[in-house]
């Protein structure tokens, strides 16, 4: 019953924009008329190596959309024409980009002991019949799935 809720307050809550970008994901990251497929924040990966490759110690907060016109094609910048830039969908390239090498090392660090805390919780709970051992199998789905999502940064 609380499926059927589920789906039909789902559907109430989706727009156009929503559906037009779900469709946009047949495409598999192909240049298309018009459609962000992602392949622009590829563009932005790319972008962010060789903005950390000139700033290794760091640059700072929001360095990525401060330097994106110098290192991005503008065809892939969002904005008025002056103030054009681009961020970045990726929270492991910003912090390499933003925070330097210390940045990545933290960020290394931070998945690491998610996945550490993960594999003691799963220690802890696979035996066990109560609601946190029946939840954690999808607490973890969701946070492998944030973590993967966030890495491939084709959100």
Known sequence: MLSVLALILFILITNPVYWARIASIKHAGEEVAGVDTGISRLVIIQAQWKMFEAHPLGCGHRCTATLSPSYIDDRYLTGGDESR??????????????????????????????????????????HDDGFLGQIFPSVAAVLGAILIGDFSSIT
Do not use: C, D, P
Request: aromatic share 16%.
């Open 85 to 126: 830039a681009r961020s970045s969908h990726n929270t492991y390239m910003t912090m390499l980009v933003e925070h330097g090498v210390l940045g990545g090392i933290f960020g290394a660090l931070f998945v690491f002991w998610v996945l550490r805390r993960l594999y003691q919780l799963y220690g802890r709970l696979k």
